[in-house]
Structure formats: structure tokens, C-alpha cells
């Protein structure tokens, strides 16, 4: 059973200006592994760009957006063995998780050189007996 979708579209170039304005931005929106990950990319403003969409994306698709006492940095986007993202929650977001009900997270990351997107499905448990 579907609980909720979320998309966001990002710009890498605002990304990239807020980056070299500040560290705050990038220590405030992402874990210290997504930042190990993105500055080891040839450009990392690309990463960062498609990981803040995933996080905005998932905050849509519960249906909260980011509040709730929730911080971006309680979504993290991880990779699987073979480079699939997949969202990792973590405090205030896993709680709220778990009380929607959410069982399962799906995530898609495109990007290009000017723009990042990210879409989010998030399901229930299907509760139905297979029959």
C-alpha cells in the first residue's frame, strides 16, 4: 500500500554557490559519509545536488516536509553494493517513519550538469494475505 510520493528538482549551480560561501550549508544538509562521498566525485556539487533532492523528496513523500523537529541530516543517501541509492533514516525521521508506518523506501537520482532530480515512494506493509 502506497503511504506517499515526493519529487524535487535541484540546481547544481546553486548548490555550488552556497557551497563556496559556506560550510554551513553543507555541515547542516549532510552526514559526514554523504560529504566523503560527494568531494570524492570529479564534481561534487553534482552529489550534493541529487542527495538534497532525495532528501526533499522523501519529506514529501511522508507528508511532513521537514518538520517535526526533523533536520536533513536524519536522511541520509547511501549506496548499495552496485551503486543504487537508497535513503537510510536516522533519528527524528526514523521515529516518524516507523509511526507512519513506512516499511518501504524507493529512490531514483538523475543528474546533469546543470540540474539534479530525485523521485521518492515510500509504501506500507502490504497486509493482505497472498492468496
Do not use: W
Not at 19 to 40: A, G, R, V
Not at 54 to 82: H, N, P, R, S, W
Not at 90 to 109: D, P, Q, V
Amino acid at each position: 500500500m502506497l503511504l506517499g510520493i515526493g519529487t524535487d528538482l535541484v540546481n547544481t549551480q546553486q548548490i555550488a554557490k552556497y557551497k563556496s560561501q559556506s560550510d554551513f550549508f553543507i555541515d547542516e544538509i549532510f552526514t559526514n559519509d554523504e560529504i566523503k562521498y560527494c568531494e570524492s566525485m570529479a564534481f561534487p556539487e553534482t552529489h550534493y545536488a541529487g542527495r538534497f533532492a532525495a532528501k526533499e523528496a522523501f519529506f514529501k513523500a511522508l507528508g511532513t516536509g521537514i518538520g517535526y523537529g526533523m533536520k536533513f541530516t536524519d536522511v541520509e543517501v547511501i549506496q548499495d553494493d552496485l551503486g543504487k541509492p537508497l535513503i537510510k533514516l536516522h533519528r527524528k525521521a526514523k521515529i516518524l517513519a516507523e509511526k507512519k508506518n513506512a516499511a518501504t523506501i524507493h529512490l531514483s537520482i538523475s543528474h546533469s550538469k546543470t540540474s539534479a532530480i530525485a523521485f521518492v515512494v515510500i509504501q506500507k506493509p502490504n497486509l493482505e494475505a497472498n492468496v
